[in-house]
């Protein structure tokens, strides 16, 4: 029960939180009140992520075996409750970077690259989540349908471009047209166009030889 009011304290339904906020507002409310209550319910929050932190959390993080919001009767999955995890341990942004940049764990990325999208500004999510469009890896999503396919590129564009990914509404930002627009970020090269640059060029040195 500790553990439980722990989560619900950052919750004070009077407007008296004082803690760490992200986006102006109690980081716990990025997550709608009906699957929060659902998180608070599910067995795996009461008995996984009791205690954890931001380094703890990492064994629990290594045996993600899938990605998704909820699945059979509107239960929560560990993915999405170790995310909620985050957003009440709210780590250090290294921390965060570290969980990124594991190669050899992809649900850790994967946790990481959602908790970012959730909590960064528009152009750092942009910046840390772009390079990791080259990630082509499989991931396993389960839903309210079952399990199905994706794959890491897949989910790190649903994260930049859609309003709702794991049955989490993603909060509002600009789009990448927009912050060009701005001046906030350099318009990106896509390595598709890249390759077909290169390949021009070949086939222009070609023609000179002949």
Known sequence: MAHLADAKSMLDSRGLYEGATVHGVNPLILVEKIIRERIFESLYWKEQTFGLNA???????????????????QKPTPFLCLVFKLLQL???????????????FKYIRA???????????????????????????????????GFRLTYMDEFIDDLLTKDRVCDIALPRIPTRAQLEDLDELEPRES???????????????????D
């Open 191 to 209: 390595v598709l166009g890249s390759e077909i640059e290169s390949g021009d060029e070949s086939n222009v040195s070609g023609g000179e030889d």
């Open 55 to 73: 380094a703890t959390l990492l064994d629990r993080a290594v045996e993600l075996t899938y990605i998704g919001g909820q699945y059979g009767n």
């Open 111 to 145: 946790l990481a690259a959602f908790y970012i999208r959730l909590t960064w500004s528009a152009v750092d999510v942009f910046k840390t989540l772009e390079p990791l469009l080259g990630d082509y890896r499989k991931l396993k999503l389960r839903g309210q349908a």
């Open 90 to 104: 709210m780590p250090e942004r290294e921390i965060i970077l570290e969980y990124l940049h594991d190669t050899d």
